[in-house]
Each structure stands twice: as structure tokens, then as C-alpha cells.
């Protein structure tokens, strides 16, 4: 069993910064992808940024150029330092660790952007 614990979702002004980590437990596998996925209300799940253990990033369009993903093997953790926020980027973000087919979700952590 994989078990993904979040933290650092908060209430912040727009035009601030937040960092989000997600720490993964139990039986891991190094060759995994680690990310973030984020939901607003009345929308789909999308991806925000996912890193392979290698070290290769995916990005979302709406991103690029103000969050970085970032992870530590060793720990097992995976952070998303969002910066230059927009209330747009209001969502709850969810955790995501995958291996080949199999996949499992943290369970959330709120970001709130003011204006």
C-alpha cells in the first residue's frame, strides 16, 4: 500500500507564494512519477506538473514559468513551489504518485488566492 500525506495549501494574496509537499509512504518503487492535479469548483481534475524520478517535468500550460516541482528521492517527497499566484489557481490540489498502471490520489490540500 502507497499512502500520500499533503500539506501547505493556505489562503493567500493574489501575487504571493506557497509551497506545497506531499510525502509518500509504504511500499514505494523508485521508477515512479510523482505530480499534482488541481480542482476548482464545478470543474474537471487537471494536471498541474508531474516529475519522473529521473528527473524529467511535465508542466501545465497555465503554470510554466511560475511553479516549479521539485522532488526528494531519498524522502519520498514531492513539492510544488507556486509562485506569482492568481485567483485562478484557486483549487484544491491533489497529490498523485504512479507506477505503470497503478495510481493513488492524496486527499487534497485547499489553495484559496484573493484578489
Known amino acids: 500500500q502507497v499512502q500520500l500525506v499533503e500539506s501547505g495549501g493556505d489562503l493567500v494574496q493574489a501575487g504571493g507564494s506557497l509551497r506545497l509537499s506531499c510525502a509518500a509512504s509504504g511500499r514505494i518503487f523508485s521508477a515512479n512519477t510523482m505530480g499534482w492535479y488541481r480542482q476548482a469548483p464545478g470543474k474537471q481534475r487537471e494536471l498541474v506538473a508531474t516529475?519522473?524520478?529521473?528527473?524529467?517535468?511535465n508542466y501545465a500550460d497555465s503554470v510554466k514559468g511560475r511553479f516549479t516541482i521539485s522532488r526528494d528521492n531519498a524522502k519520498n517527497t514531492v513539492y510544488l513551489q507556486m509562485n506569482s499566484l492568481k485567483p485562478e489557481d484557486t483549487a484544491v490540489y491533489y497529490c498523485n504518485y504512479r507506477l505503470g498502471y497503478f495510481e493513488i490520489w492524496g486527499q487534497g490540500t485547499p489553495v484559496t488566492v484573493s484578489s
Open positions: 516529475m519522473t524520478s529521473g528527473g524529467t517535468t
